[in-house]
């Protein structure tokens, strides 16, 4: 790990300052995943899509404009990079942006995680940081010059033939094994058979792309431990609650692969059973509390991949979990408040429903690191997009995110 903590993004400009002065003191020298460059050329597309890109298709890594390299040997022998102490580059004018763009237009496909800082070491210099984790998207070529890069012990060489094999295979196959475990995954409504007549709602954070195990156990004891004053200030570990433990109304899941989800039954029925009535403030809240616990848990163990939001609002016709129960399919309505906005299954058939099983089924991607850096924004985006599927210019109701740092 690079960086003291687990994101760029979660550092402030002065932590950034320390962390270039930290290097630059300690002689922290050249590896696979740091490099240093004494000069920024906006002119040579080529060389910085090759150094970006080559760090993108192994396993990540740091990229310093603005700090020159010295020769240093070991007492083995072996020759290493390490920073000059005279470092530092006069700024230029929307280098950042330019950055932005020259690498975008010239690295296929677009590096998904892309983080660029320009960053004060004097009143007048600075130092450019170009970051970029491994990449779920590799492997990326280097337009200008038809070629793969990886990084290698201090530089970037060409990729062979049977690596670039690989990594395609491994991104069509992360994908798919993602979108094969959204579809058969039912994120705990199974639990939710016996109540309200088979209706139940499930909301879920689920991975895009499945690159394996993310979520060590082991660790997560303690961690989810935790006093009863401290769940009622901090509001974001999991709970579950119900009748029964064989008939939860509420059950929280986690997933090896990072996903987590909620299944909860907050669905209710009028004039005679004729209506499924859904209370849109109600469904909101539950929503947030899923950002809230998302937001450290995801913090908690360093995971920033994309994810897709899932809701799904379940009325099935039969019991798919136990088909003896039979029930008659009726509308879904989501009240705000008093007033109806909208008849889901009735009368409106663009929105997402599922044919089939009259399910109302909505998704939307975001990143883990969205969530940890901007939770507030990631349930305005989800808030926004709901009400606009009732036809409303804007929402009528969003809840704040409110995140307590006391006991972390």
Known sequence: MIFPKPHIDLMTQKELEKMVKTLVQNKQPESIELDYKAILNLKDKAELAKDISSFANVIGGLLIYGIPEEEKELPDGTKVKIPSNNYGIFSQKEATTRLQQILNSN?????????????????????YMIWHPQSFMAPHMANLKKKYYKRGEG?????????????????????????????EEYFGAENLIHVHK?????IAFSPL???GDFINFSDLKEYMSCELLVRLFTCWRPFGRGQTLESPSDTWRIYNNGAISRA?????????????????????DKIAELIKFANKFYEKNNYFMPLIFHLKAYNHGFNKFEPKFKYDFKPIFF????????????????????PKYKDFIFKKEFSAADIIIEPQKVMDDIAKSLFEYMSLSKPLYVPQINI?????
């Open 107 to 127: 690295i296929r496909p677009t590096l998904p995680e892309l983080r660029i800082k320009e960053v004060n070491i004097t009143k007048d210099e600075v130092v």
């Open 155 to 183: 530089e970037a060489v060409s990729m062979e033939e049977y690596e670039i094999k690989n990594l395609y295979e491994r991104r069509l196959m992360a994908k798919k094994e993602a979108e094969l475990f959204f579809e």
């Open 198 to 202: 088979g209706i139940r709602t499930t």
């Open 209 to 211: 792309y499945q690159l």
């Open 264 to 284: 909860l039954t907050i669905a209710h029925t009028q004039d005679n059973d004729a209506q499924i009535i859904i209370e849109l403030r109600e469904l909101l």
């Open 335 to 354: 009240y705000y408040k008093d007033y109806q906005l909208e008849s889901i299954v009735s009368s409106n058939p663009d929105l997402p429903v599922d």
């Open 404 to 408: 307590i740092e006391l006991f972390y």
